[in-house]
């Protein structure tokens, strides 16, 4: 699969995520959203939390589940990402890092994706 194509499930699977959030009741914030040290998939807020949330699309979990990626390392990046994203953004609000799992057997054209939500991931 080319970059771009890979780039192109990746951005389908985060607007299925954003999705996911908005029918709970969260408005998202950012999608994307980009400094020097990383890129934060989803952000999103309600009245208690903002989840700052990584998404991980996979065709299926026969290796491993997908959260299996995000290690201590892609954590350390996403909290510190966060950090700057709060300094430039102040909120009250309760920060939560979150987990989305997105299982597509067929990529795009799957018809009903899998999604794994795992709330206060790390």
């Known amino acids: 699969m080319s970059?771009?194509?890979t780039r192109l499930l990746g951005r389908w699977g985060e607007a299925?995520?954003?999705?996911?959030?908005?029918?709970?009741?969260?408005?998202?914030l950012a999608a994307g959203w980009q400094c020097r040290y990383g890129e934060i998939d989803l952000i999103a807020e309600?009245?208690?939390?903002?989840?700052?949330?990584e998404v991980k699309l996979r065709k299926s979990a026969a290796f491993a589940p997908a959260r299996a990626s995000v290690d201590r390392r892609k954590q350390a990046r996403l909290r510190?990402?966060?950090e700057l994203y709060?300094?430039?953004?102040?909120?009250?609000?309760?920060?939560?890092f979150d987990v989305a799992e997105?299982?597509?057997?067929?990529?795009?054209?799957?018809?009903?994706?899998?999604?794994?939500y795992i709330e206060d991931a790390f």
């Open 46 to 53: 309600d009245e208690q939390y903002i989840l700052f949330t």
């Open 80 to 82: 510190t990402t966060a």
């Open 102 to 116: 997105v299982y597509a057997p067929e990529g795009t054209a799957t018809r009903d994706p899998e999604i794994h």
């Open 16 to 28: 299925l995520v954003a999705e996911y959030l908005r029918r709970r009741g969260f408005r998202l």
């Open 3 to 5: 970059g771009e194509s």
């Open 86 to 96: 709060l300094a430039q953004f102040p909120t009250g609000r309760q920060p939560r």
